[in-house]
């Protein structure tokens, strides 16, 4: 990576003025110097004049008006998008022109859609300095982490990709609604909530994306008209991917980072877990700090007063003590005693039952979001954050409902979700019996809804994979790394670490997943250190690499599609190829309003595709012909009456997919 | 001799001189035509002849009994019915069908056929709905849809395809700028590509080649792939330094690096420029698409005679005289190469000596011969041949000037066959004169003639290929396509559009096919699916409805559901186009490996395999 600037052209009248039009510059180039403001200015200047310049080639008309430009150099190439009217992005990269741009495009209208979501539109911000900072504090951090993993760039799927601007959905079937009634009629008509609550987003976010990713996503929201619902969702999509797991406070948060390791010298964090733990892969040693505090939240209400409450009150240099405020409903009766698989599973995330000593945004975060499309000003809402086991709610209120505040409305409303999303873990029926011999993305252009099989491709399994002794990154949480250092070098030691490692041994089966809390509990009992009990609390998420290991030791796993099974290099490669062939769609001048597309692809290396563009809704479906029987064995029973004309090309693909797609239509 | 001054001298020089000697010229000498005056010869408007003829009868013969047949057998069957493909109708007749021509009633179709077969201007029947988006032509300054540039390093314009002079030399000051920027900042890079996007895909392409000298910069709104983008700018500079060549090219800019090439060039240079962007964006040879020669379909024995008469009158030429000897038949077809051992010429060049016959030489009277040196960019940039020109005559059936139909199958202008005669020395026009004048007369002789002036092509219907509408099939083996006959009715830039997005089906945008092998089916449909009909509702009902609206457009609009498919192997590369309502997919791909094997079966007679060696 090269830079990235935001600039204005228009902000600026003068010619003394020019600098004013350049809003945030950012290198990426650590070690070189400082590049002058003229020399910054002017290739804002050039930038502007290529936008210019294709402009004079295109009559814009309502539908179609130049969005991105990508500029191709002999190596380097330079991607900018107007993100506001006058407002561009730009952003220089040297990868030797080997992805398709899609890549970026796809980053930085995100980076971009969560600063505003954050923030509001760079428009809105009256002070110009005031805008530098806030794109310095996030957009920035965005792409700085970006710069530390680059593969979180291209390991996406190729659907999050190309339909950045629409988000993913659940496909969980449930064996009935009960648990949408239950919320709707105990939380949304609530008379305490009613007039606050604007909306509850449910998701799943399973730590075995890469193997069930039909679960994940979005489960449900319950309002109709929820214009920034992608923008909301794919936040905590790339919070999970980036940072392992959104299911953090800290990580919700927007206090954790990524870092190169070594690279700070005043930064002597965790030695410990790296010379002691040798083979375990960085976040396992890193993710006790992103913990730290809801272990903490927990250990308070188990046992009161102790010593990591003691140490962080002495940290947080008298700032208050730990409050009262939590208090979880299961657990105010029968302190220490109380079920596992009830308490530590689930609650606030984000809320202001967080301690007091923690930033606002532990309290709540406020966010810019739009919820009609005609009104066009989007508003500020506060969100809270509540989960059960890897459910995430999403609670929306309106800024000015105050009875957040109240603890004892969050404690009902805490054991109200509680009831619902244990009434839809209860009526989940498991589909996950059969691997399907094809993976699928199905975009529905008017909702943006996208639904998929395509496995989630992750990128810290390749790190995983590597030599993990010199794991270079760690995560760390922003403002309270002095408390985390303290309560961890103090804390840690090599005994809670082989404690976790035989959970991690390699005979863990795929029922890690499944059935985390029995181990987790298992745990528990045995552990009389109260840091065991923060850790073993992490592994109620198996790790990826547990999951790695278990896919890789069960040879007949049981994924959503044939695509779980292969290797994270084959995805890869295979993930090129689809962008490839997508690109060909984007290429096309087919009339995208009357006209449908299809395309079905097959390659020699095996991979079968077929591709449909329509007005309405793109479908991709994905197969392997080599495995497929129909190929090595003729068939000759072909195309049933009656839809004959709609499905000629999809019905090749052969029945599994024809009966997919049956049931899917027939469901709409 | 002391005729045509050395090239290298300038070309001004050259073509003065070339006309002088046509002043005192012998007898000889009177026909050697000057390269200069052929503009005024040829006026652009002439160029653009509307398509004045129907050319082929056999396929609206085709359609016109096809469809007496059909309405007279099958009244009550249903239109649908008719268009879908059942096993039995494998006759070809029915398989050449359109829909459109389904919609004529019977009594506008003899209409349509006297009409075209008598009259200059006719509508000519949409066989081939249009599923892609139209470009907004309307812009006054700059049309839209495709644009090249040519401008000097030190940015002076050379060239634009269109727009207006002051606005183009604008723009052309900003790329100029542009490209300087990179080159000068720090990482000293080159500016290759710049793509657009609206949130559907794809805009527009720029694609920069930046040549010593010269810059050129293509503009594409089409589906064109970046790599399909620098071969046409290789070929319009390539264009540049056959005319010019490299030599002189870098003589006159290293004397001065702002200087104003348009001055050096010619009229006829920037007509030619016009006629090779013209065909570009109209996609007139589909060989520039495939980087392929197309050649005249012959039996392997009558090419070898030909080789055996060329090489027999070249035997009294004395040694080095003779460098290549072509014969050119209409459409950019190739007929034969004579060559040298051991030395072949690159496509770009052939590609572009037959351009030039086209744009240049089709207005000279029949019995004119050429003497003119070119320089073949990919031969030797820096050096001349001389080449010599001369038509062959019509052979048996004729009179003088009836080369058959003035226009082909394309639209394009009917080049009379051309023989080609290249020499390295300057001198040797007497002598390639002579060789020549035997040639054409063994030729004659030999009743071989006709072959090569009235070439025909095979039409789909000599192939089993039910479905098929019209396919091109490229042999890697030879570097040459081959297609089928198309109507007189075809919309042939339409055509070419579907051909260029089924290439891009097994290419990505870099120009590197998908995989080693690759097959692809793309289909295009204008039913959405709220508009098909219900699934309770016949299919029948509806569409004798739609017959009923009396409104063809719209049944056009609706009822497209067109099917292409390309394929793509280590050893050919088949790209074809079905029928409108052609759906079934098994019955394509039947189609498909019939083609091709016709084409391995026949490769004897479909490609030149052989040159007369010597």
């Given at each position: 990576m090269d830079f990235i600037a935001v600039y204005n052209p228009k902000l600026y009248t003068l010619e003394t003025d020019a600098w004013r039009q350049l809003l945030l510059y950012h290198s990426f180039q650590e070690h070189s110097e400082p590049i002058p403001l003229n020399e910054k200015l002017s290739l804002i200047g050039i930038i502007q004049g290529i936008w210019q310049f294709t402009h004079n080639f295109n009559v814009p008309t309502a539908s179609s008006k130049v969005k991105y430009i990508d500029t191709h150099l002999g190596n380097g190439r330079l991607i900018t998008v107007e993100l506001e009217p006058d407002y561009f992005i730009t952003f220089g990269i040297n990868d030797g022109n080997q992805y398709p741009c899609s890549y970026y495009i796809r980053e930085l209208c995100q980076s971009y859609s969560f600063f505003r979501m954050h923030f509001g539109p760079m428009s809105s911000f009256k002070e110009r300095n005031e805008l530098t900072n806030r794109l310095n504090e996030y957009l920035v951090m965005y792409w700085y982490d970006l710069n530390l993993i680059p593969e979180a760039i291209y390991s996406s799927n190729f659907a999050n990709i190309f339909w950045h601007d629409s988000f993913k959905v659940s496909e969980l079937k449930t064996s009935n609604s009960a648990w949408e009634t239950s919320i709707k009629n105990n939380i949304l008509l609530d008379d305490d909530t009613f007039l606050g609550l604007k909306d509850i987003c449910v998701y799943k976010l399973p730590r075995d994306g890469h193997r069930h990713p039909k679960k994940y996503g979005l489960v449900r929201n319950f309002t109709t008209n929820f214009e920034s619902l992608s923008t909301l969702s794919n936040w905590l999509y790339h919070l999970d991917r980036i940072f392992d797991s959104a299911l953090s406070s800290h990580v919700l948060a927007g206090h954790v980072h990524l870092l190169r390791q070594g690279t700070r010298e005043e930064d002597p964090t965790i030695d410990v877990p790296e010379t002691t733990m040798g083979t375990k892969i960085w976040h396992n040693a890193t993710l006790p700090i992103s913990m730290t505090y809801d272990a903490i939240n927990e250990v308070g209400n188990l046992t009161g007063i102790n010593t990591f409450m003691n140490g962080l009150n002495t940290i947080a240099n008298g700032l208050g003590s730990i409050t009262n405020k939590i208090g979880w409903p299961n657990t105010s009766t029968e302190p220490g005693g109380r079920n596992r698989s009830d308490s530590t599973t689930h609650g606030f995330l984000i809320s202001p039952l967080s301690l007091d000593i923690l930033p606002e945004s532990y309290h709540f975060r406020r966010f810019q979001l739009q919820f009609s499309s005609l009104?066009?000003?989007?508003?500020?809402?506060?969100?809270l954050f509540w989960h059960f086991k890897d459910y995430l709610c999403v609670l929306i209120f309106n800024e000015d409902f105050t009875k957040i505040w109240d603890p004892s409305y969050l404690e009902s409303l805490d054991s109200k979700l509680y009831k619902s999303i244990s009434i839809l873990e209860n009526s989940v029926i498991d589909t996950t019996v059969d691997t399907e011999g094809f993976a699928y993305a199905v975009l529905d252009k008017e909702s943006h809804r996208i639904q998929t099989s395509l496995p989630m491709i992750q990128c810290h399994a390749e790190e995983a994979a590597g030599d993990t002794s010199q794991m270079p990154l760690k995560l760390v949480v922003n403002g309270i790394d002095d408390a985390l250092q303290y309560l961890t070098s103090n804390t840690i030691n090599s005994n809670a670490w082989t404690s976790i490692a035989s959970i991690y041994s390699p005979s863990i089966s795929s029922e890690v997943t499944t059935k985390p809390l029995q181990k987790d509990a298992s745990d528990q009992k045995n552990s009389s250190n109260l840091w065991k009990l923060g850790l073993s609390r992490l592994t109620s998420?198996?790790?990826?690499?547990?999951?790695?290991?278990?896919?890789?030791?069960?040879?007949?796993?049981?994924?959503?599609?044939?695509?779980?099974?292969?290797?994270?290099?084959?995805?890869?490669?295979?993930?090129?190829?689809?962008?490839?062939?997508?690109?060909?769609?984007?290429?096309?001048?087919?009339?995208?309003?009357?006209?449908?597309?299809?395309?079905?692809?097959?390659?020699?290396?095996?991979?079968?595709?077929?591709?449909?563009?329509?007005?309405?809704?793109?479908?991709?479906?994905?197969?392997?012909?080599?495995?497929?029987?129909?190929?090595?064995?003729?068939?000759?029973?072909?195309?049933?009456?009656?839809?004959?004309?709609?499905?000629?090309?999809?019905?090749?693909?052969?029945?599994?997919?024809?009966?997919?797609?049956?049931?899917?239509?027939?469901?709409? | 001799?002391?005729?045509?001054?050395?090239?290298?001298?300038?070309?001004?020089?050259?073509?003065?001189?070339?006309?002088?000697?046509?002043?005192?010229?012998?007898?000889?000498?009177?026909?050697?035509?000057?390269?200069?005056?052929?503009?005024?010869?040829?006026?652009?408007?002439?160029?653009?002849?509307?398509?004045?003829?129907?050319?082929?009868?056999?396929?609206?013969?085709?359609?016109?009994?096809?469809?007496?047949?059909?309405?007279?057998?099958?009244?009550?069957?249903?239109?649908?019915?008719?268009?879908?493909?059942?096993?039995?109708?494998?006759?070809?007749?029915?398989?050449?069908?359109?829909?459109?021509?389904?919609?004529?009633?019977?009594?506008?179709?003899?209409?349509?056929?006297?009409?075209?077969?008598?009259?200059?201007?006719?509508?000519?029947?949409?066989?081939?709905?249009?599923?892609?988006?139209?470009?907004?032509?309307?812009?006054?300054?700059?049309?839209?849809?495709?644009?090249?540039?040519?401008?000097?390093?030190?940015?002076?314009?050379?060239?634009?395809?269109?727009?207006?002079?002051?606005?183009?030399?604008?723009?052309?000051?900003?790329?100029?700028?542009?490209?300087?920027?990179?080159?000068?900042?720090?990482?000293?890079?080159?500016?290759?590509?710049?793509?657009?996007?609206?949130?559907?895909?794809?805009?527009?392409?720029?694609?920069?080649?930046?040549?010593?000298?010269?810059?050129?910069?293509?503009?594409?709104?089409?589906?064109?792939?970046?790599?399909?983008?620098?071969?046409?700018?290789?070929?319009?500079?390539?264009?540049?330094?056959?005319?010019?060549?490299?030599?002189?090219?870098?003589?006159?800019?290293?004397?001065?690096?702002?200087?104003?090439?348009?001055?050096?060039?010619?009229?006829?240079?920037?007509?030619?420029?016009?006629?090779?962007?013209?065909?570009?964006?109209?996609?007139?040879?589909?060989?520039?698409?495939l980087g392929a020669l197309e050649c005249v379909t012959l039996k392997?024995?009558?090419?070898?005679?030909?080789?055996?008469?060329?090489?027999?009158?070249?035997?009294?030429?004395?040694?080095?005289?003779?460098?290549?000897?072509?014969?050119?038949?209409?459409?950019?077809?190739?007929?034969?190469?004579?060559?040298?051992k051991g030395h072949t010429l690159h496509t770009t060049d052939l590609q572009l000596l037959f351009s030039m016959v086209e744009n240049q030489l089709q207005f000279l009277d029949s019995n004119q011969e050429v003497w003119v040196p070119v320089c073949f960019p990919k031969f030797n940039g820096n050096g001349f041949l001389y080449c010599y020109f001369k038509f062959l005559p019509p052979g048996f059936i004729g009179t003088a000037n009836n080369y058959g139909n003035a226009t082909t199958l394309e639209g394009n202008e009917r080049v009379k066959p051309t023989l080609i005669l290249i020499s390295p020395q300057k001198n040797s026009f007497y002598e390639l004169q002579q060789a020549a004048n035997t040639m054409t007369d063994n030729l004659t002789i030999s009743g071989i003639l006709p072959h090569i002036t009235n070439p025909s092509r095979f039409t789909i219907n000599d192939i089993p290929a039910p479905l098929v509408h019209h396919f091109i099939y490229k042999s890697k083996k030879y570097v040459q396509y081959v297609m089928p006959e198309t109507s007189s009715v075809t919309d042939w830039s339409t055509l070419m559009k579907y051909y260029s997005h089924l290439k891009s089906a097994v290419f990505d945008n870099n120009g590197t096919p998908l995989n080693k092998t690759v097959l692809s089916f793309v289909r295009w449909s204008a039913l959405s699916d709220e508009d098909r009909p219900p699934k309770s509702r016949n299919n029948e009902l509806l569409l004798q409805e739609d017959l009923n609206a009396d409104s063809r457009e719209f049944f056009i609009e609706e009822g497209m559901d067109m099917f292409g498919m390309a394929w793509f192997t280590p050893s050919f590369e088949l790209y074809l186009v079905c029928n409108n309502g052609a759906v079934d997919r098994n019955m394509i791909l039947k189609s498909a490996r019939n083609i091709s094997r016709w084409c391995k079966l026949n490769e004897h007679r479909l490609f030149v395999s052989d040159s007369a060696v010597f």
């Open positions: 009104n066009t000003q989007p508003e500020w809402y506060k969100l998420f198996p790790s990826r690499e547990a999951q790695d290991k278990s896919s890789k030791g069960t040879s007949t796993a049981n994924g959503d599609s044939f695509l779980c099974t292969l290797s994270l290099d084959k995805l890869l490669e295979l993930n090129i190829d689809l962008c490839k062939i997508y690109m060909g769609i984007q290429n096309s001048e087919y009339r995208r309003d009357s006209v449908k597309e299809e395309k079905l692809v097959k390659l020699s290396n095996g991979v079968l595709c077929y591709i449909s563009n329509s007005s309405s809704e793109v479908v991709v479906i994905l197969k392997n012909w080599f495995t497929d029987e129909r190929f090595s064995k003729k068939n000759n029973c072909n195309i049933g009456t009656g839809k004959f004309e709609e499905t000629i090309l999809i019905s090749s693909l052969g029945n599994d997919v024809r009966s997919w797609w049956d049931n899917r239509n027939n469901q709409d | 001799m002391h005729r045509a001054g050395s090239k290298e001298e300038g070309r001004g020089d050259d073509h003065r001189e070339l006309a002088s000697q046509q002043q005192r010229g012998g007898r000889r000498l009177r026909s050697v035509a000057s390269l200069t005056s052929l503009k005024s010869l040829s006026p652009p408007q002439t160029m653009n002849w509307p398509i004045s003829k129907a050319t082929i009868s056999v396929d609206l013969t085709n359609h016109f009994t096809s469809t007496l047949v059909r309405s007279s057998l099958a009244d009550q069957e249903s239109l649908y019915e008719r268009l879908s493909p059942s096993p039995q109708n494998v006759e070809p007749n029915v398989e050449g069908l359109s829909s459109e021509a389904m919609t004529y009633d019977l009594l506008s179709i003899q209409d349509e056929l006297t009409h075209s077969l008598h009259s200059v201007a006719y509508v000519p029947l949409r066989e081939l709905p249009n599923p892609f988006r139209r470009t907004v032509e309307n812009c006054k300054e700059l049309p839209q849809g495709k644009q090249f540039l040519i401008l000097t390093s030190a940015g002076k314009p050379i060239y634009s395809m269109n727009g207006q002079d002051e606005y183009v030399m604008g723009l052309m000051g900003i790329v100029h700028t542009i490209i300087n920027y990179f080159q000068l900042s720090g990482q000293k890079e080159c500016l290759k590509t710049i793509t657009t996007f609206d949130t559907n895909g794809v805009l527009q392409k720029f694609t920069f080649l930046n040549k010593r000298h010269v810059v050129l910069l293509a503009m594409t709104n089409y589906n064109e792939t970046d790599l399909k983008l620098q071969q046409q700018l290789d070929l319009l500079y390539s264009y540049l330094i056959s005319t010019l060549s490299l030599r002189q090219l870098n003589r006159l800019f290293n004397k001065r690096e702002n200087f104003d090439l348009r001055s050096h060039l010619t009229g006829s240079d920037f007509h030619n420029l016009d006629q090779l962007c013209q065909s570009i964006c109209l996609g007139k040879h589909p060989g520039w698409m392997k024995s009558i090419r070898q005679r030909i080789h055996t008469i060329m090489l027999q009158s070249i035997r009294d030429l004395p040694v080095g005289a003779l460098l290549y000897g072509i014969i050119m038949a209409p459409d950019h077809r190739l007929v034969s190469v004579m060559r040298p």
